[in-house]
């Protein structure tokens, strides 16, 4: 299997509802969107909803963190790059950019850890080999890509010394 690297299959539009009083997206439904490329990303890493209906196995998110880095505005094109960081046995590390599509700038980024969870025991569970192959063919050909500088930022106010 030929995993796409980056993976570029997802986009959307900035719905009325995303839209706010201050004019632009509101901060919530950033995630609702990259929330969204996930589910695509997951499908086509093959641990999206049809594993879970399949397997009953599923990904919880452990951690993630936004940058907000220019607005996007209601009925905006958005378009979603997906890197595949990192993976084990049990957790997925990747990070999405959200651009304008038309315009090409950097929107948004979000980082996520997920881990792979029995649905029946909820607690976590190694994947099957097989998914873990997947992974690792996709991880494969992700490592050579440049990562995005926001991979593994900190927060925090900078001060000058």
Not at 47 to 57: D, E, F, P, Q, R
């Amino acid at each position: 299997m030929t995993f796409p690297a980056p993976y570029r299959e997802y986009a959307c539009n900035v719905r009325p509802e995303w839209f706010y009083y201050n004019g632009h997206m509101n901060v919530a439904f950033y995630m609702a969107a990259f929330d969204e490329a996930t589910d695509a990303f997951y499908e086509a890493l093959g641990v999206g909803l049809s594993y879970k209906n399949a397997t009953n196995c599923s990904t919880f998110t452990l951690e993630g963190h936004i940058t907000y880095d220019q607005e996007v505005m209601e009925g905006d094109p958005l378009r979603f790059t997906t890197y595949l960081l990192d993976c084990d046995a049990k957790r997925i590390h990747y990070i999405h950019e959200m651009h304008h599509a038309e315009k090409g700038y950097l929107a948004a980024t979000n980082e996520l850890i997920g881990i792979h969870i029995d649905m029946d025991a909820r607690r976590s569970k190694d994947m099957p080999a097989d998914m873990q192959a997947r992974l690792q063919a996709a991880l494969k050909a992700h490592a050579p890509i440049p990562k995005p500088p926001q991979v593994g930022r900190v927060i925090g106010i900078r001060r000058k010394s």
